[in-house]
């Protein structure tokens, strides 16, 4: 494997379900990203993991939760959504954080909270 | 206010011509990096080209380069030649140094773009 990859490609979940959404990154990077991609929305940061540290949280709920284990592995947990978390959910990854150190993103999960 | 502000919501362009996607950006930072991706209808996000804040050069790479100009705060994508795999949509993208929010990658609102046979 090589890139970013996503797991699933497609989710749907209801309202009280928990779920959780994988990226795995075999880059070698260090810095790892949640973006959220609604319809009619520009692309939204929700989190930055920068050598397994989260460095920001973009006023996400709770409802989100990510995990990083290590730097080639991101998680997003998620528990309690609303229909209005449906999106598509883009993992990526960079060198490190840095201006300079062009983002690479993974295929996606489209998710629809029923 | 938008720090990134792309125009164009769709562009048309004729097969094998040429086109120029506009993105202006905002920011107070001197050191900080601007990015084009693109997005078929896959979903996927791929990366196009850089220009650093610093690089008197303008960034080429293959048909796509960008026409950077620092004094407008305009970082403009232009696609030589376009084929009809180009249809996709645009993003231009914006990260600031560190000290003011180095972590965040700002997004466009993107530009669709298709092309016509």
């Known amino acids: ?114 | 206010a938008q720090k990134i502000t792309q125009t164009q919501p769709g562009m048309f362009v004729q097969e094998k011509e040429a086109v120029t996607l506009d993105c202006t950006y905002d920011t107070s930072d001197q050191s900080y990096g601007l990015f084009w991706y693109k997005q078929p209808s896959s979903g996927e996000m791929i990366f196009l080209i850089y220009q650093g804040s610093y690089d008197e050069q303008n960034a080429t790479e293959g048909r796509y380069s960008l026409n950077f100009q620092k004094a407008r705060k305009s970082a403009n994508l232009v696609i030589s030649a376009s084929q009809l795999g180009d249809s996709a949509m645009y993003f231009c993208a914006m990260r600031e140094g560190v000290n003011t929010g180095g972590f965040k990658t700002i997004f466009g609102a993107g530009t669709r773009l298709f092309v016509k046979a």
Not at chain 1, 22 to 41: I, V
């Open chain 1, 1 to 114: 494997e090589t890139g970013v990859t996503q797991t699933p490609r497609h989710l749907v979940m209801g309202m009280t379900n928990k779920k959780s959404l994988k990226c795995e990154q075999h880059l070698g990077h260090n810095a790892m990203y949640w973006y959220k991609q609604s319809a009619k929305k520009p692309l939204e940061l929700m989190f930055v993991y920068n050598f397994k540290e989260q460095t920001e949280n973009n006023s996400v709920p709770s409802r989100f939760s990510p995990e990083c284990p290590n730097s080639s592995h991101l998680f997003l947990h998620l528990h309690t959504l609303q229909p209005e978390d449906s999106a598509l959910y883009l993992c990526a990854s960079s060198q490190t954080v840095v201006p300079y150190n062009e983002q690479f993103f993974g295929p996606g999960t489209r998710l629809t909270v029923l």
